[in-house]
């Protein structure tokens, strides 16, 4: 199965934009990147989700790399409620088609 | 509004006993997760259903049972508790079939074996 890598942790001022790096170089052909995030004492709630161009909705943007071994998560304007774990993770097209794996995440911290 | 309920948000059980944790959803999805979340080791997957009476393992299935009797609900069970499953353990649903879909979460329920 494909696997994502995350940095631990990042920090943001608030009202700055942030950028979570993503890296899946064994990605498929077929795999969608996804987006979840944490926000303290919940379960995980979707964010965006991305196969290969860039997305966009009212929570946050997706730039998926041309070799798609990469995404970026943006958050434009990041307020002290995006406060979360980030998860990047990739729903498998074939296979094990049914399953949804996380990884550790990126804790992000915002900071007023 | 969509939702996935679980039954409990906290739960205090003895070693040995027999636990069982229900999760319920309303969107009609065929898949349904169990996770525990640990610090330090994040989400990982226990078991997973894509039908009724079906079952597959996840990553972490020693110790635990589930069951699937109606689409809408999926159980967990502990057949003897000990105090290494206190964990905070989550469930989700999604579509079949659907990658390009999203999960659905419920709150979670904080369980502590003693």
């Known amino acids: 199965d494909a696997k994502t890598t995350q940095p631990n942790s990042m920090e943001s001022n608030e009202e700055e934009p942030v950028h979570l790096p993503c890296n899946h170089s064994?990605?498929?052909?077929?795999?969608?990147i996804h987006w979840y995030r944490q926000l303290p004492s919940q379960g995980p709630e979707y964010v965006i989700h991305g196969l290969t161009s860039n997305v966009n909705n009212r929570m946050a943007s997706l730039a998926i790399a041309e070799d798609r071994k990469s995404s970026t998560l943006i958050l434009h304007r990041a307020t002290l409620r995006d406060a979360a774990v980030y998860y990047c993770i990739l729903r498998l097209a074939t296979g094990s088609a049914r399953q949804l794996t996380f990884g550790s995440g990126t804790q992000l911290t915002v900071l007023p | 509004d969509v939702k996935v309920t679980q039954s409990s948000r906290y739960l205090v059980k003895r070693t040995g006993e027999k636990v069982f944790l229900e999760c319920v959803q309303d969107?009609?999805?065929?898949?349904m997760f169990w996770y525990r979340q640990d610090p330090g080791l994040g989400l990982r997957l226990i078991y997973f259903?894509?039908?009724?009476?079906?079952?597959e393992k996840g990553d972490i299935p020693e110790g635990y049972s589930v069951s699937r009797e109606k689409k809408e609900r999926f159980s967990l069970i502990l057949e003897s508790a000990s105090t290494n499953q206190t964990s905070m353990y989550l469930c989700?649903?999604?579509?079949?079939?659907?990658?390009?879909?999203?999960?659905?979460f419920g709150q979670g329920t904080r369980l502590t074996v003693v």
């Open positions: 259903s894509y039908d009724v009476k079906m079952k």
């Open positions: 989700a649903s999604s579509f079949l079939g659907r990658v390009s879909t999203e999960a659905f």
């Open positions: 969107m009609d999805h065929e898949n």
């Open positions: 064994t990605i498929s052909g077929t795999d969608y």
